[in-house]
């Protein structure tokens, strides 16, 4: 089973600033098959990014995926106040598929 | 615009089952371009894969619930199931269902989630 760990497990940082979340794999991910959720409180995750870089339907370009084999981000360029979540990666290379813990990305 | 809504028992016994069904909207369980598919997620244990399954009725299981879960699928009511057996309190959990690509089986939608109890 590939672990996933992300870094760090909070984030507190203000509107308008960058946001670069870090996931972990404990090997590598196969066919860039690495995944971005943003999960708000009381709702359940929206996918933001798949393929490692490419964004999903309706999610704008302030977020960007990047990395490769075990070490992969997510970047958000300016952050929204509606951009204060959980974001969670995961693997779907490989049976099972695995999310990370989340990194809880809050208003300092 | 596509809909999967969770329905079933909030409250499970120890030792029973767990019965949940997901029922789409929007879209075909069987127009055959998705996987359909069950998560948790444990407010100590994040979020954990439980399985998907193909509208021809192929399933794909966690190995660490394979001996307890069956995915079954419904074309003709458009819903898909989940059948979790022998349920302890480490079991309570949101449960969601959700639609997968094929390719990239990441989950694209999601439904609502429903919170089910293990307790006696």
């Known amino acids: 089973e590939i672990v996933l760990t992300q870094s760090p497990g909070t984030l507190s940082l203000s509107p308008g600033e960058r946001a670069t979340l870090s996931c972990w794999a404990s090997q590598s991910v196969s066919s860039r098959s690495l995944a971005w959720y943003q999960q708000k409180p009381r709702q359940a995750p929206r996918l933001l990014i798949y393929g490692v870089s490419s964004r999903a339907t309706g999610i704008p370009d302030r977020f960007s995926g990047g990395g490769s084999g075990t070490d992969f981000t997510l970047t958000i360029s300016r952050l929204e106040p509606e951009d204060f979540a959980v974001y969670y990666c995961?693997?779907?290379?490989?049976?099972?598929?695995?999310f990370g813990g989340g990194t809880k990305v809050e208003i300092k | 615009q596509v809909q999967l809504q969770e329905s079933g028992p909030r409250l499970v016994k120890p030792s029973q089952t767990l019965s949940l069904t997901c029922t789409v909207s929007g879209d075909s369980v069987s127009s055959g371009g998705y996987y359909w598919t069950w998560i948790r997620q444990d407010p100590g244990k994040g979020l954990e894969w439980i399985g998907y399954i193909y509208y021809t009725g192929r399933t794909f299981y966690n190995p660490s619930l394979k001996s307890r879960v069956t995915i079954s699928v419904d074309t003709s009511e458009n819903q898909f199931s989940l059948k979790l057996n022998s349920v302890t309190a480490a079991d309570t959990a949101v449960y969601y269902c959700g639609r997968a690509g094929l390719v990239t089986t990441a989950v694209d939608c999601w439904g609502q989630g429903t919170l089910v109890t293990v307790s006696s």
């Open positions: 995961q693997q779907y290379g490989n049976s099972p598929l695995t």
